[in-house]
């Protein structure tokens, strides 16, 4: 299992690295540091540190910013976004009660989900893992519920319309106190 899934990464990376040069892989590292302290408050990510820097007005949420400049580094945003991160990582890690490949499905789509969500930048694609975790969770969840409460499936379905819409409406909202509606990716997970 490993060297199948290792192989192509080895190749992919060699390739990469021939193609490239390795001074483009480590600004790469190094951009990857930057956003990790300071997120964007482009409305495009749905992370802790976008919604937080969009909050207080820091940075253009409707103009992409390609050099990442725009931003001003706020320690309390930084932390606080880390420290929701951490928690939503620590949740994850409680395994989904049950034995059989259901339930392992559920808890690696759990912290796939929480993976996305504790990134301190998650633009919209990064959600695309939701077509797939979406789906088989419902299913999983009609198979041993048939007859179950239906306020459990309303709320998946809530939720995986803010995940998978695309509601431009909000970025009105840019300029105002209400410019955190923009993470409705974020409040879909």
Do not use: C
Request: cysteine-free.
């Amino acid at each position: 299992f490993a060297a199948g899934f290792l192989a192509p990464i080895a190749l992919a990376s060699l390739a990469s690295l021939l193609t490239l040069g390795w001074s483009v892989h480590v600004e790469y590292l190094d951009l990857l540091s930057y956003l990790s302290t300071r997120g964007e408050s482009f409305h495009a990510s749905h992370s802790f540190q976008s919604m937080l820097y969009r909050m207080i007005h820091n940075g253009n949420n409707l103009v992409w910013d390609g050099t990442h400049k725009s931003l001003v580094y706020v320690p309390w945003v930084h932390h606080l976004a880390t420290t929701l991160s951490a928690l939503v990582i620590l949740a994850a890690i409680v395994p989904v009660r049950g034995n059989g490949l259901q339930f392992r499905f559920l808890d690696f789509a759990v912290m796939l989900a929480s993976t996305v969500i504790a990134s301190p930048v998650a633009y919209d694609h990064h959600f695309g893992i939701i077509a797939v975790i979406a789906p088989t969770a419902a299913l999983i969840y009609m198979t041993r519920n048939p007859s179950g409460p239906i306020g459990l499936p309303l709320i998946g379905a809530l939720a995986y319309a803010l995940i998978g819409g695309m509601y431009p409406v909000v970025d009105r909202l840019a300029d105002t106190g209400f410019n955190i509606l923009q993470s409705y990716r974020l409040y879909g997970m």
